[in-house]
């Protein structure tokens, strides 16, 4: 199996254009105007983030053009109507600003999934690389959720349990993408820059926007520019053992995990190819 692009559906190819275009816009006329670069963490921010920056850092001249931009892309490319999103899990304390937020968008039910899913990223609380085998960048930084599996250890990734409505909305973004594919684990990776390499943790089954077995194929980090790169992959650990498959059976029980066939999903979060 090699790598195999899937088309995003069409309310969240949508709302992705209309943010990347807004932004390349901005980043036009900002460099423009002072000859320098946005910050990079505004590559994952909503719409009208984007707008309530540009306000503060463009001349007049300059916000008028893109407001009306922006006002000419809610009509002809913003989504009319998005998936609705699940139920929201109870019954337990929020303990992070990620899943309070996840918690709102699921109660309201009917935000749009792809910047729902961006905001609530953007909040969450990272931890270091766990890639022993290479170095990454210094700005790296990662967050998994769902079952995990090195060498004899298994089990869960420890915000799986406190974050279930994280969980819940990633894993409806990643059903929305593929609705074939299913997952034991979701790790996302930020400014995550690696060398050519194998993931052998990963069960002898694909990974997602593209699909490949990341068991066996060799693949890197393509370089890229401008902004913060964040990327969502969604794949199934390597069970070993009699009872190496449990942690996939209380994570699908936990937060939904979808079932059916398997390969590595990878979504870029933070831009258009």
Known sequence: MTATAIPLPDEIYQDALEAYLLLQLFQ?????ESGGNLPTVLGMMPRND???M??????????????????????????????????????????SAAEHLARKFLKDGTAPLWSSARQVIMHMCREKPRHSGFSVAEAASSFSIGAFCNGADQGLCRATMT?????????????????????TTITLLFNY????????????????????????????????????????????????GATGCAPARIVAAAVAVAQGPT???????????
């Open 28 to 32: 036009q006329l900002y460099s423009d």
């Open 50 to 52: 984007v707008l309530l």
């Open 54 to 95: 540009a306000q503060q850092a463009l001349s007049e001249e300059s916000r008028s053009i893109l407001l009306t931009y922006a006002d000419e892309l809610s009509l002809k490319v913003s989504a009319k109507e998005h998936t609705l999103l699940p139920e929201p899990m109870y019954g337990y304390d929020c303990v």
């Open 163 to 183: 974050h279930q409505n994280v969980a819940r909305l990633l894993n409806r973004l990643v059903y929305r993408v593929c609705n074939e594919h299913s997952w």
């Open 193 to 240: 820059e690696t060398p050519p390499h194998v993931d052998l943790q990963n069960e002898a089954e694909g990974t997602l926007d593209r699909r490949f077995d990341a068991y066996r194929l060799l693949h890197m980090t393509c370089p890229w520019q401008a902004f913060d790169r964040v990327t969502l992959v969604a794949f199934t650990v390597k069970c070993r």
């Open 263 to 273: 390969a590595a999903v990878v979504i870029n979060l933070e831009e258009m190819d």
